[in-house]
Every structure is written in structure tokens, then in C-alpha cells.
């Protein structure tokens, strides 16, 4: 029972992104001091997947080069920006200037135009007037379908990476990487289809970031996410801050707002 | 970039078991159901392989879709989107219609087997861009699933000799099964070739034209820098 307590803590360190020798040290530790303490370990510790959620979050890797923060120049600049469908009018004069540096959060009711305003920004979708500037580097994380279901992590990194100019090895080392400071160690032979809706949306924020965009956008991108995980994307949001990047992400939550720079509050149609 | 596309397009396709099934079991069961008649056997075949390549070109198309816009927001040039998704489906055609040319071989005494397999060939490479010209006019699976049911069946139906066949994409399989088959001249064989040419052609192109109207992102300039305050 003792043993199985151990693997198991090991195994959920490894799932929630503790390399494999270091889910080994911490499993021994753990085993170490129960004995010391002369008590099962589920006594001292408590549940293994509890204990492993804790402990893996403080073993996670540091996010890539983490930089004194500065506050760089305009990554996005929106001017009276407006979108109609035919009659509807979705956008009406949006304005904002995001800086290398800041992070910008969209927020709105269901229906506000919120990824409408991302798609634009991204260039999937054409303002029906106003001004869009924005420099060319960009990590893009829409909502929806922005993986495919029949392809594995690492063949995502690869595909993702090759748009970037990467090599296959760093594309898939660097994939690795990120995916661990959001708690996710990608299974080999696992495809997108197989993964829980959290995780398949790490995968989606890990090919947003993959190139160290200089502007990284976000649309809901904490969907299905545990406790845990919600907490590292906002950790990784304010590091890619830090290290110079503008972020702009689409949210409802209101509860994370007092940190970053720009709120901008869109309103739809039938409330202007 | 373009061998990435193409090699991620296959493991994606390769993974889809059943789909894959049936695409190897249509033209295997037009093929059985005109197996007495040498010419009729091989024309159904060979549209089989056709119908089964679109579909499965229409519905690698629409499923990436938008995986594709994604990518191309982030700097992928659309061609290579489309190139490299049609790199791999004409590989597994190839391989399907060289699977079904063995059959032919073992299983007939064709005329001119060597034509057998410039038709099933020809008939893959018209297959996979029209399947992807249908996914980008109709990117649902459903309607464009349809539209190829209409034009394969009247492919079927149509009186080779009418002006509609020849307005249908695979006119060419027919002609090019008269010359494998039947004690023809080669003129079977030629207006077979002109037709294939000219309709390849205008699938590639509209499928090319199709890709970069749907795929290509806005073109936002940089922002300006800010004056600098003295």
C-alpha cells in the first residue's frame, strides 16, 4: 500500500510536468521522510494526487528567460476599429495601443465581438473600417479548433515549428518545455483527440508561444483548465510580459484584472 | 515547410482507420460489381479510385481548415498549405491505384495493361485537387460530400458521347479505358491525355485560387513609431 502510494505520487509528478529523474528524487524524499516520521504516507501527506499537485508546482522549470520588465514599443495599435455582418454591427469604434511590455485584457458579455476583435488583430478576420497595426511576430491562440485531432503533440511542435523556420528537435525541445510550465508532460503517441479538453488547450497556448512571438493573442485560453493550470497560465502570461511581449487575452473572468495594464470592455450591439 | 505539411497530412489521414477502410473498399466493390464485363470493370474501378481520392481530399481539406488559417495567420504561405496537403493525398492515391493496377493484372487480360495504369494515375491526379476545389467552395463536409455525389454519379449516367460528359471531370478514365480495352487507335488514347491535361489544370488552378482567397490573412502594417519627445 506504502509502495503504491509512492509510484503513484511519482507517476502524477511526471503527468503534471516533473521530469521523470526528478519525479524519481521526489518519490524517494517523500519515502524517506515517512519512514523518518514512522507514518503511511498518505497519513503525513495526504492524498498522492493532492500532494503531487503541490509539489509538482513548485518543481516546474522556470519560464524561458524571465526579464526585468520594460515597457517596449507599440506591438498593436486598434483605431476606430468597427465590424459589421451585413446589417449587424458586432464592433463599434475600438480603440487601444498594447506596448511590448504590457498585457491587455478583452472582456465583454457572450456576444460582445470579443474574438471577433481577436480574429481581427490576428488577420484572420477584416476590420469593415478603422485601423489595425501591428508588428508581424505574433503567437496566435484562437478559441477553437486550434489543434488537430488526429496529430500528437510533438507533431504539432514540428508542424508549428516549421511555420516559424524552426528545426524539428528544437520545435519539439521547446514544445516540451513550455508544455511543463503549464504542468503537462505530452505522452508520446498520444493524439490531440485523446486528450481531456484542458490539456488539448495547453497544446493550443503551447503553439501560440512556441516562437517567442512578439505579440502573443489569446482567446479564452484557460478553458477546462484546473485550478492549477489556470494559476500557471496567468503565471506564464505576466512572465511573457516580463520578458517583452505584448499579450493581449480575451477573457469573462473579471477576478484577474487589478495586474494588467489595459482592460478593454467591449459592449455588444443590443447594450450600446 | 512543404515535406512537413505533406508528411503531417499523411500520419493524420493514416490514423483514420475506417475512413482509410473505405476508401480502399469503393473501388474494390464498383470493380466486383461489373467484373464480367472487361471495360465496364475497369471504368468503375477507375472512378472508384477517383470518387474515393476526392472524398478523401474534400474531407482532409475541410478538417484542416482551421489549423490551415491559423498557420497562415502566423506566417504560412497558403500554396504551401495546399501543395503539401496534396502532396500527401496523390501519394496515397498513387498507392491506392497501384494496389488496384495489381489487381487488374492478376485478374484481366487487358488489351494494353500499360494504359490501365496511366488511367488509374491520371485519374488520382484529377481527383485530389477537385476534392480540394469542393472543400474550398463548400467548406462543409456534408454539402460538399453532395456536390461530388452529383458529379461522380453523373459521371456515371452521362452518355459518354454527349456534350455533358465531356464537360465532366473524368471524361478522360473513358477514353483512356477505350484505348486499354477495346482494339482502338490512339486517338482514343490523345483525347484522353488533352482532356486530362486541361482539366488537372483547371482544378489545380482553382483550388490554388480557392486556398489563397480563403486562407490568406489581412496585411496589417507595423505600427508607426512614436515621435520622439524632446
Same mark, same amino acid.
Given at each position: 500500500?506504502?509502495?503504491?502510494?509512492?509510484?503513484?505520487?511519482?507517476?502524477?509528478?511526471?503527468?503534471?510536468?516533473?521530469?521523470?529523474?526528478?519525479?524519481?528524487?521526489?518519490?524517494?524524499?517523500?519515502?524517506?521522510?515517512?519512514?523518518?516520521?514512522?507514518?503511511?504516507?498518505?497519513?503525513?501527506?495526504?492524498?498522492?494526487?493532492?500532494?503531487?499537485?503541490?509539489?509538482?508546482?513548485?518543481?516546474?522549470?522556470?519560464?524561458?528567460?524571465?526579464?526585468?520588465?520594460?515597457?517596449?514599443?507599440?506591438?498593436?495599435?486598434?483605431?476606430?476599429?468597427?465590424?459589421?455582418?451585413?446589417?449587424?454591427?458586432?464592433?463599434? /469604434?475600438?480603440?487601444?495601443?498594447? =506596448? %511590448? $511590455?504590457? @498585457? +491587455? *485584457?478583452?472582456?465583454?458579455?457572450?456576444?460582445?465581438? !470579443?474574438?471577433?476583435?481577436?480574429?481581427?488583430?490576428?488577420?484572420?478576420?477584416?476590420?469593415?473600417?478603422?485601423?489595425?497595426?501591428?508588428?508581424?511576430?505574433?503567437?496566435?491562440?484562437?478559441?477553437?479548433?486550434?489543434?488537430?485531432?488526429?496529430?500528437?503533440?510533438?507533431?504539432?511542435?514540428?508542424?508549428?515549428?516549421?511555420?516559424?523556420?524552426?528545426?524539428?528537435?528544437?520545435?519539439?525541445?521547446?514544445?516540451?518545455?513550455?508544455?511543463? /510550465?503549464?504542468?503537462?508532460?505530452? =505522452? %508520446? $503517441?498520444? @493524439? +490531440? *483527440?485523446?486528450?481531456?479538453?484542458?490539456?488539448?488547450? !495547453?497544446?493550443?497556448?503551447?503553439?501560440?508561444?512556441?516562437?517567442?512571438?512578439?505579440?502573443?493573442?489569446?482567446?479564452?485560453?484557460?478553458?477546462?483548465?484546473?485550478?492549477?493550470?489556470?494559476?500557471?497560465?496567468?503565471?506564464?502570461?505576466?512572465?511573457?510580459?516580463?520578458?517583452?511581449?505584448?499579450?493581449?487575452?480575451?477573457?469573462?473572468?473579471?477576478?484577474?484584472?487589478?495586474?494588467?495594464?489595459?482592460?478593454?470592455?467591449?459592449?455588444?450591439?443590443?447594450?450600446? | 515547410?512543404?515535406?512537413?505539411?505533406?508528411?503531417?497530412?499523411?500520419?493524420?489521414?493514416?490514423?483514420?482507420?475506417?475512413?482509410?477502410?473505405?476508401?480502399?473498399?469503393?473501388?474494390?466493390?464498383?470493380?466486383?460489381?461489373?467484373?464480367?464485363?472487361?471495360?465496364?470493370?475497369?471504368?468503375?474501378?477507375?472512378?472508384?479510385?477517383?470518387?474515393?481520392?476526392?472524398?478523401?481530399?474534400?474531407?482532409?481539406?475541410?478538417?484542416?481548415?482551421?489549423?490551415?488559417?491559423?498557420?497562415?495567420?502566423?506566417?504560412?504561405?497558403?500554396?504551401?498549405?495546399?501543395?503539401?496537403?496534396?502532396?500527401?493525398?496523390?501519394?496515397?492515391?498513387?498507392?491506392?491505384?497501384?494496389?488496384?493496377?495489381?489487381?487488374?493484372?492478376?485478374?484481366?487480360?487487358?488489351?494494353?495493361?500499360?494504359?490501365?495504369?496511366?488511367?488509374?494515375?491520371?485519374?488520382?491526379?484529377?481527383?485530389?485537387?477537385?476534392?480540394?476545389?469542393?472543400?474550398?467552395?463548400?467548406?462543409?463536409?456534408?454539402?460538399?460530400?453532395?456536390?461530388?455525389?452529383?458529379?461522380?454519379?453523373?459521371?456515371?449516367?452521362?452518355?459518354?458521347?454527349?456534350?455533358?460528359?465531356?464537360?465532366?471531370?473524368?471524361?478522360?478514365?473513358?477514353?483512356?479505358?477505350?484505348?486499354?480495352?477495346?482494339?482502338?487507335?490512339?486517338?482514343?488514347?490523345?483525347?484522353?491525355?488533352?482532356?486530362?491535361?486541361?482539366?488537372?489544370?483547371?482544378?489545380?488552378?482553382?483550388?490554388?485560387?480557392?486556398?489563397?482567397?480563403?486562407?490568406?490573412?489581412?496585411?496589417?502594417?507595423?505600427?508607426?513609431?512614436?515621435?520622439?519627445?524632446?
Amino acid at each position: 500500500m506504502t509502495d503504491q502510494w509512492h509510484e503513484s505520487f511519482a507517476r502524477l509528478l511526471v503527468e503534471r510536468g516533473v521530469a521523470p529523474g526528478e519525479a524519481r528524487r521526489l518519490a524517494a524524499d517523500s519515502r524517506d521522510e515517512a519512514r523518518a516520521a514512522g507514518l503511511p504516507p498518505a497519513e503525513l501527506f495526504g492524498p498522492a494526487a493532492a500532494y503531487a499537485a503541490g509539489i509538482a508546482r513548485a518543481a516546474r522549470p522556470a519560464p524561458l528567460a524571465a526579464l526585468p520588465r520594460a515597457r517596449g514599443p507599440v506591438v498593436l495599435r486598434l483605431t476606430g476599429v468597427t465590424k459589421r455582418y451585413r446589417r449587424r454591427e458586432v464592433l463599434r /469604434g475600438v480603440d487601444l495601443t498594447l =506596448r %511590448a $511590455g504590457e @498585457v +491587455a *485584457a478583452v472582456v465583454g458579455a457572450n456576444g460582445s465581438g !470579443k474574438s471577433t476583435l481577436l480574429d481581427i488583430c490576428a488577420g484572420a478576420s477584416k476590420a469593415t473600417s478603422g485601423l489595425v497595426e501591428r508588428t508581424a511576430r505574433i503567437g496566435y491562440a484562437p478559441q477553437q479548433h486550434g489543434t488537430a485531432p488526429y496529430l500528437t503533440a510533438d507533431e504539432h511542435f514540428r508542424l508549428f515549428g516549421g511555420a516559424h523556420g524552426m528545426g524539428a528537435k528544437r520545435a519539439v525541445a521547446t514544445g516540451t518545455h513550455l508544455a511543463a /510550465g503549464l504542468g503537462w508532460r505530452p =505522452r %508520446a $503517441g498520444t @493524439v +490531440a *483527440a485523446q486528450l481531456s479538453g484542458g490539456t488539448r488547450q !495547453k497544446l493550443n497556448v503551447v503553439l501560440g508561444e512556441l516562437h517567442r512571438p512578439d505579440l502573443i493573442l489569446l482567446d479564452e485560453p484557460y478553458q477546462g483548465f484546473d485550478q492549477d493550470s489556470y494559476l500557471d497560465l496567468w503565471s506564464q502570461v505576466y512572465a511573457w510580459r516580463d520578458a517583452g511581449a505584448g499579450v493581449l487575452v480575451v477573457t469573462h473572468l473579471l477576478h484577474d484584472l487589478d495586474r494588467v495594464d489595459h482592460v478593454l470592455e467591449l459592449k455588444g450591439a443590443e447594450d450600446r | 515547410m512543404l515535406w512537413t505539411i505533406a508528411g503531417t497530412s499523411l500520419r493524420e489521414t493514416g490514423r483514420r482507420r475506417a475512413a482509410l477502410l473505405l476508401v480502399v473498399a469503393l473501388p474494390l466493390a464498383f470493380y466486383a460489381a461489373r467484373s464480367d464485363m472487361q471495360g465496364q470493370a475497369i471504368r468503375f474501378l477507375a472512378i472508384g479510385v477517383g470518387w474515393a481520392v476526392a472524398t478523401l481530399a474534400l474531407f482532409s481539406h475541410v478538417g484542416a481548415r482551421h489549423l490551415d488559417r491559423r498557420l497562415a495567420v502566423v506566417g504560412t504561405s497558403p500554396t504551401a498549405l495546399l501543395i503539401g496537403r496534396q502532396l500527401a493525398l496523390i501519394g496515397m492515391g498513387l498507392a491506392l491505384a497501384a494496389g488496384y493496377f495489381g489487381l487488374v493484372a492478376l485478374t484481366q487480360d487487358v488489351n494494353r495493361l500499360w494504359a490501365v495504369g496511366l488511367l488509374l494515375g491520371t485519374t488520382v491526379l484529377i481527383a485530389a485537387p477537385l476534392g480540394a476545389v469542393v472543400s474550398l467552395v463548400l467548406p462543409r463536409e456534408l454539402e460538399g460530400a453532395l456536390a461530388l455525389l452529383a458529379v461522380m454519379a453523373t459521371q456515371m449516367i452521362a452518355d459518354p458521347e454527349g456534350a455533358l460528359a465531356k464537360t465532366l471531370p473524368l471524361w478522360s478514365t473513358r477514353e483512356l479505358t477505350g484505348y486499354a480495352v477495346d482494339p482502338v487507335g490512339s486517338e482514343y488514347l490523345w483525347d484522353g491525355l488533352a482532356h486530362f491535361a486541361v482539366v488537372a489544370l483547371v482544378c489545380a488552378g482553382a483550388a490554388w485560387i480557392a486556398a489563397v482567397v480563403r486562407l490568406r490573412p489581412q496585411a496589417l502594417p507595423e505600427p508607426e513609431p512614436e515621435p520622439v519627445v524632446l
